[in-house]
């Protein structure tokens, strides 16, 4: 089935850990986002990319880094993880800029 | 002043009611809108896009008034299962940035 693929599903992880989050998608959309999702905040965009090769700041982009090495796969690291980064975490993609997004099923990450 | 705001509720209606949700935007340059649902822990799920000149997809309708800078959705013969988190998506076209609400709560009573 076509889609978003997110790894791990959720994670617990010490401070000061380095983590990478995995996002895979096969509808060959050319742009991709990750999102944060904390209670009370609704999602915020952390990075994203329009195109292979190419990413940009979102929001929220302190502490986290990202790449689009190619079409499919946007991997998003924290280099040293803080109890701050505790969230729930989508990647996204859409086939252009206006058009709709659409997430995997998310990662839960809780830093003690 | 949030770029989009929505009424958190919860909107607590028995089923088969009819119900409405509005949501406001501030960017007057925006260009595409979208209606997701979200259950709980789980991803944000298209539920439909908004056009112009409105549109329409079984029980759902769906608004768009520039002028007011708002766009609404209508929900019929409400089921159980339309209990969910309704998240509005407001985006300026050719840019990345799509904007969200922080969702509109409803529960469906039986």
């Known amino acids: 089935i076509a889609g978003i693929t997110q790894a791990p599903t959720s994670q617990i992880l010490a401070a000061g850990r380095r983590m990478t989050l995995r996002c895979t998608q096969d509808m060959r959309h050319n742009a991709m986002y990750w999102y944060r999702q904390d209670l009370g905040l609704g999602l915020r965009l952390i990075h994203y990319s329009n195109t292979a090769g190419t990413t940009g700041k979102g929001e929220v982009p302190d502490g986290y880094s990202v790449s689009r090495a190619n079409t499919d796969d946007f991997p998003l690291t924290l280099a040293s993880a803080v109890p701050s980064q505790t969230s729930v975490y989508f990647c996204?993609?859409?086939?252009?800029?206006?058009?709709?997004?659409?997430f995997g099923d998310g990662t839960r990450l809780s830093i003690l | 002043r949030k770029e989009v705001e929505q009424d958190p509720g919860p909107f607590n209606v028995p089923e088969g009611a009819t119900v409405a949700f509005n949501c406001t935007y501030s960017n007057s340059a925006s260009q595409s809108f979208f209606w997701y649902r979200q259950d709980c822990r789980k991803e944000p799920k298209l539920l439909m896009s908004v056009y112009s000149s409105g549109n329409e997809d079984g029980r759902f309708t769906a608004q768009l008034n520039r002028a007011s800078q708002y766009i609404s959705l209508l929900i019929r013969d409400s089921k159980l299962s339309d209990s969910a988190t309704y998240l509005c998506?407001?985006?300026?076209?050719?840019?990345?940035?799509?904007?969200f609400g922080t969702g509109t709560r409803l529960k469906v009573l039986a």
């Open positions: 998506v407001v985006n300026t076209s050719g840019t990345y940035k799509y904007i």
């Open positions: 996204a993609s859409s086939g252009d800029t206006n058009q709709p997004q659409h």
